[in-house]
């Protein structure tokens, strides 16, 4: 078991060229002087990442106002979306750790429901009952309520649905690994309890809540299928995506995916060094 | 330490403890004790697990609410107090030093949430390390020290605050043998250059023994002795201290005489001893310690003891200066445990060689069973 | 101590995101789209109780095709991925060592941090008929016109299972990884050949994260709706395109709200199989990803 025969050795490396030949060669054609994605190599250019049309008659990500207005997008969801769900994961994973009261388990199974849920049926799911939310308050109201049809707030609260899950799973298995005792002591040397938490427990809490906050934004960012159904006028950078990706793009969706993916990459070491840091 | 002596109110004891009851649904686990502790006394409370010490510590240093009686503290009730508003400090069983900070931020921590400036309690913090032999040692993280190291800037955590009385619930539990021991009579120490009360609680009767000035010995939620450790040891007032400090025989048997607070206790076999107590019923158990067992190769040299019997080398415990014999004796159920003194004449004997072993009447005590 | 009213605030001001969260985002909104899949419009703005949107559904062969397919292949990935996930997964829970071992896992978690888009435009540019792998086969003259590799049904499984891969391998490995050396080697000592040892003793051992890997793998494919239309174009018929359709194309909410339930109970009932059939729990399946 223990002697790996040369086809399995083989097949290893077989596998991780499979892994990463799509990643590879989107990265490399973001360099091609082309105007299309695709070979032959015509040689190197930064056009793409920056130029502004003048040699392909299309612009770079860095000036084309669709590229820019959708990572804008996208930032205007994600950074929502992970402030919030560090802030209720904390919350959540209180209630599942700290407090005793009829009824935790099944609240604690529920919370593990959106992840069994196909994000498609999550997106239609609230895209229909906060139109119908919309329609009843509008008439009841009689003003318009623009943050309960599709658009950008939609998809916050339709990434959220899923993302607080993770979120909650992660803090709330740090706050397990927490010696109670610590908030007793802090609490016996003086401390009030408003001081215990914040010299005491949430220090202790804070990889879990920054690599939380790191996991919702990644997840956020790069989610498709919620944000789909909840999206308005306002495209998210996927959404943008996918739609050149229907009409033919040019070389500027290679450049945005690497961006994405240099992006991805630092935003996971973090994640890697405070998971570190916590062992 | 000179500007509190001042400032605090001239009261006989630190802490007082009255009738205090604490019920979990019918179950009392702690059940109407009542004790005082004196300013400066290292007091012990030694139990069994489960025997409710922890749950006393705990409504002393406020963490929970009797259901029953008064805590007070220099003669003030702290009935209704918080704890971080208690006079107490606590040295915990985990130690609970605080990870995410340094050394000298976790002595520091409780001048601080006292509202005295970072410098100030800094300095005050690297003063007080230096008293526990820590000097220079403000900047580590707590994770880089030793056990030993440890246990002090726990104490250190505490006492810097000058509390009326510092709790420690056995915090010596988790080290290694060797430091265990080391730790106590460093503990001692530390606790008489502070000259601060100390309510030391434990289930280790020899933690108990070496450090303390006094001793309460704790059993299904009630004391069943309070004491010096001689006299918990030399005169156990019921069977459960006899049997829990210190190593002992115990004997069981029905009593057939008594005068004048000497009994003579008939065992199953029919044999006789003869040992103090005051026992009102017939069923009754009597201890005597391994040490006070005297040995003999022959019946001669016991002639003055009350008590003689004859029997044969069962097992040889050699321990260095602690060293003792398992000997089988004629009418008794279990072997009878005795001291071997390792300078005496019988040093070097054999598992198999006959035996004679005594006892005075005296180093009997007979209790009701 | 529940009963002083300042704790009882404190426990429902705890509650209260949770609370809002699961009812406003998942409860009412599945009961909304429940009610709505039984609804069918009698006369303009009019709607009325009734089966008709699932009757639709099963008369309609697009609608049932379309569901059945996404079913199969879903299951074909799922077995697909597995075969192909499991050597790699015995190779870095009980081959490789050390630093190698944490470098292949990295290595296998890195392209997954990447938006499934991106991998799907890799995917896309390598098997179109303008991509890499038509034109390394025209300048190796193994092809003298362009392949177009894309928009089939291999597509569209290869780049499922490549999706998949991932949530195969990290479940697959944790639970090989707990399998003691000495019963794989007490297995070859007995006489065991090394299929026997992989089939009586590694694969009953692996058990729980064969479970725990298909079902998430099932799950994600199922659910997936880029990577089918994106490559399998035309002939992806996903059926989470059909929902897309009928809820933002033709605006057919009831009917789109139907298709939903019918994708959701899908879901959940091959996962309450896996789960029953292994005996496991959702949370520790969950958490084995």
Request: glycine content about 8%; proline content about 6%; hydrophobic content about 50%.
């Amino acid at each position: 078991m223990n002697r790996p025969t040369l086809a399995w050795k083989l097949y290893i490396a077989a596998f991780y060229i499979f892994l990463f030949a799509p990643l590879l060669i989107v990265a490399i054609f973001a360099f091609n002087a082309s105007p299309f994605p695709s070979p032959p190599w015509r040689g190197f250019t930064l056009e793409w990442f920056t130029g502004s049309g003048a040699v392909f008659g299309k612009p770079g990500v860095l000036t084309d106002s669709i590229w820019l207005a959708s990572i804008g997008n996208s930032f205007k969801v994600a950074v929502p979306v992970a402030l919030l769900a560090v802030f209720l994961g904390t919350v959540n994973a209180w209630v599942l750790e700290r407090v005793e009261f009829r009824g935790k388990t099944v609240l604690a199974m529920m919370m593990l429901w959106p992840l069994v849920i196909p994000g498609v049926v999550l997106g239609i799911s609230i895209l229909a009952f906060f139109s119908r939310l919309a329609n009843g308050l509008e008439e009841w109201l009689q003003t318009d309520l623009d943050f309960l049809r599709p658009g950008l707030p939609l998809v916050i609260l339709g990434q959220l649905s899923f993302i607080l899950t993770i979120s909650t799973l992660i803090i709330a298995a740090r706050l397990r690994k927490f010696d109670r005792s610590l908030e007793e002591a802090a609490f016996d040397l003086g401390a009030s309890r408003a001081r215990v938490l914040r010299t005491v427990t949430l220090p202790f809490l804070s990889p879990a809540l920054i690599g939380a906050g790191l996991v919702a934004l990644l997840m956020s960012f790069e989610n498709f299928n919620t944000t789909l159904m909840l999206v308005g006028s306002d495209a998210p950078l996927p959404i943008t995506m996918y739609g050149q990706m229907r009409e033919g793009a040019t070389p500027a969706i290679n450049a945005v995916s690497l961006l994405l993916m240099l992006g991805v990459g630092g935003i996971a070491s973090v994640f890697a060094l405070t998971a570190k840091a916590e062992r | 330490m000179t500007l509190c002596i001042g400032s605090v109110m001239a009261h006989s004891t630190d802490l007082d403890i009255v009738n205090v009851t604490k019920r979990f649904g019918s179950h009392a686990a702690v059940d109407e004790v009542t004790f005082s502790v004196a300013p400066g006394e290292f007091f012990s409370i030694l139990g069994p697990s489960g025997c409710g010490k922890t749950t006393l510590m705990r409504m002393i240093a406020g963490f929970e609410h009797p259901t029953s009686g008064d805590i007070r503290i220099r003669g003030q009730s702290m009935i209704g107090v918080p704890a971080n508003r208690r006079p107490v400090n606590m040295v915990f069983q985990s130690l609970a030093l605080f990870p995410m900070m340094s050394v000298g931020e976790n002595v520091a921590y409780g001048l601080m949430c006292r509202g005295m400036p970072r410098e100030d309690a800094e300095e005050r913090a690297s003063r007080m390390l230096e008293r526990v032999g820590l000097t220079g040692f403000g900047e580590r993280r707590v994770t880089a020290l030793s056990g030993g190291q440890r246990q002090r800037v726990a104490i250190a955590r505490c006492l810097v605050l000058e509390p009326t009385l510092v709790l420690l619930d056995e915090p010596l539990g988790a080290l290694d043998l060797k430091l265990r021991e080391h730790m106590k009579i460093e503990l001692k120490q530390l606790q008489g250059t502070f000259n601060t009360t100390f309510a030391y609680i434990t289930h280790d009767q020899s933690e108990a023994l070496v450090m303390s000035d006094r001793i309460a010995v704790m059993n299904q939620g009630r004391f069943e002795q309070v004491g010096s450790p001689r006299e918990l040891y030399h005169n156990p007032a019921t069977p459960f201290v006899a049997s829990f400090v210190g190593e002992t025989n115990r004997l069981q048997g029905e009593i057939m005489a008594s005068s004048d607070g000497t009994v003579a206790l008939q065992l199953p076999s029919g044999m006789v001893t003869r040992g103090t107590g005051r026992v009102p019923q017939k069923a009754a158990v009597a201890f005597v310690r391994p040490e006070s067992i005297a040995l003999a190769p022959s019946q001669p040299a016991l002639r003055d003891l009350p008590n003689r019997f004859e029997g044969r080398v069962s097992a040889v415990l050699f321990d260095g200066a602690n060293s003792s014999l398992l000997i089988e004796t004629l009418g008794f159920e279990q072997p009878v445990r005795a001291v071997l003194p390792q300078a005496g004449p019988l040093a070097g004997i054999e598992v198999g060689a006959p035996i004679h072993v005594g006892w005075t009447a005296d180093a009997m005590k007979v209790f009701a069973a | 101590m529940m009963t002083k009213p300042a704790q009882r605030l404190t426990f429902f001001l705890l509650l209260a995101p949770a609370i809002l969260w699961l009812g406003l985002l998942i409860v009412l909104p599945h009961v909304e789209i429940l009610i709505l899949s039984f609804s069918e419009r009698v006369a303009p703005r009019v709607y009325a109780f009734g089966v008709g949107n699932y009757l639709e559904f099963f008369t309609e062969p697009l609608y049932w095709r379309t569901f059945a397919r996404t079913a199969f292949m879903s299951i074909l990935v799922t077995a697909l991925t597995l075969v192909l996930a499991f050597p790699i997964a015995l190779y870095i829970a009980r081959v490789a060592q050390g630093r190698v071992k944490a470098m292949l896992l990295l290595l296998c978690l890195l392209p997954f941090w990447v938006s499934e888009l991106v991998r799907t435009l890799g995917w896309m540019m390598l098997l179109r008929e303008t991509g890499v792998i038509s034109y390394m086969l025209r300048a190796a003259g193994l092809a003298d016109q362009p392949v177009e590799l894309l928009y089939n049904d291999g597509a569209v499984i290869l780049g499922l299972v490549y999706g998949g891969l991932l949530f195969m391998i990290v479940p697959l490995a944790n639970a090989l990884e707990s399998l003691e050396p000495s019963v794989v080697e007490a297995g070859f000592d007995l006489g065991g050949s090394r299929w026997t040892v992989l089939r009586r003793i590694v694969i009953p051992h692996a058990m729980p994260g064969i479970v725990a890997g298909s079902i998430i793998v099932f799950m994600l494919t199922v659910g997936n709706f880029a990577t089918p239309v994106l490559l399998g174009g035309k002939n992806g018929l996903w059926f989470t395109e059909q929902i897309y359709a009928q809820f933002i194309t033709r605006f057919n909410w009831p009917q789109g709200a139907a298709f939903g339930m019918l994708l959701l109970l899908l879901s959940s009932a091959i996962v309450w199989l896996g789960l029953r059939l292994t005996g496991q729990s959702l949370g520790t399946t969950l958490k084995q990803a």
